[in-house]
């Protein structure tokens, strides 16, 4: 894109306030639009996040009343509390049902915005695509409930232990892989060694077969030795995100593979996860729900770099 179409494309957005964050390196563009008045297309979403000619970032993130959205109005009849929602799409424009580090953000954002009031220790209920989500404030961050997981492909999960081949640039074969999805698709690959992941390609898109129909995140994991140290069990991990590319951290990537590892792992592993990603460190932990399936929490950081306007 070049300049003169960049500014073509933002025009109708000049004058808009915006900020800068992050979440363990996974970078937003957000924007208050608590009466839905800024409709930011796919292609003005993508001019945003250029790194080179835009502000750049992973994704984008509009803070909207629920009211005001199809999705969040329907989330508010059996959630009446969840007065926000968090309206995400990918760095490429692509709507995305969920981001576990935009979760975080996203309220760190709102709270900086004086649009909640939330006290270390409380809880906020918010509205996405990958349904509601409860936060809690910590004084190291934000722990968010992401609801259950569930295998994709489940009967070959079971059955196999894996349901899906990946091939990568720096890989010499095909590898075995689970399907997870987290409210957005996850394909996770168990690694040997840390050689491997650092040698493994991802500046173009892994092929993952089959493909889940909405395409897939893919997660490339490597277990500590040992795996588990005082109660807490460790990985590291690199992901390719569908609509970015390789990104510094993904929440919803790093409870899917702490999910897979747990799984290939077997009854033994235990509930707490620390997940190293790129760009730090998040918590993940498993926990039965209210509603009998097992869900996941994620915790870490999140932090707001900067605030401007649309030029």
Request: glycine fraction near 12%; charge should be negative; hydrophobic fraction near 40%.
């Amino acid at each position: 894109m070049t300049a003169e179409t960049l500014s073509t494309t933002l025009s109708n957005l000049s004058g808009l306030p915006f900020s800068k964050g992050h979440g363990t390196g996974n970078d937003f563009v957000l924007v208050a639009d608590p009466d839905d008045v800024h409709h930011i297309s796919p292609e003005q979403v993508a001019a945003l996040c250029d790194r080179h000619r835009g502000i750049g970032a992973d994704g984008l993130i509009r803070a909207v009343r629920s009211k005001d959205l199809p999705e969040g109005a329907a989330l508010l009849e059996t959630e009446p509390a969840a007065e926000w929602f968090m309206d995400y799409r990918n760095g490429d424009g692509s709507l995305s049902e969920m981001c576990g580090n935009g979760v975080r953000v996203f309220v760190h954002f709102l709270l900086e915005q004086n649009l909640v009031d939330l006290a270390p220790g409380g809880t906020l209920v918010i509205g996405t695509r990958g349904g509601v989500k409860k936060i809690v404030r910590t004084l190291a961050g934000y722990a968010v409930d992401m609801g259950p997981w569930e295998f994709i492909f489940p009967e070959a999960a079971e059955e196999r232990g894996m349901d899906s081949l990946v091939t990568a640039r720096g890989l010499d074969v095909a590898r075995p892989a689970v399907s997870i999805s987290m409210g957005n698709p996850h394909t996770v690959v168990a690694l040997a060694h840390a050689g491997e992941l650092e040698q493994t390609d991802l500046t173009i898109a892994p092929k993952v077969d089959p493909l889940p129909v909405n395409g897939t995140n893919v997660e490339f994991a490597v277990p500590a030795e040992p795996l588990v140290t005082d109660g807490i069990a460790e990985i590291t991990m690199r992901v390719h995100e569908r609509g970015v590319g390789e990104t510094l951290s993904c929440g919803t990537g790093a409870c899917a593979a702490a999910a897979a590892t747990r799984f290939w792992a077997g009854e033994t592993a235990p509930n707490d996860w620390r997940v190293n990603v790129p760009g730090g460190v998040v918590g993940v932990k498993f926990f039965p729900g209210a509603n009998g399936a097992e869900h996941v929490e994620l915790s870490g950081p999140a932090v707001i770099v900067a605030h401007g306007t649309i030029a």
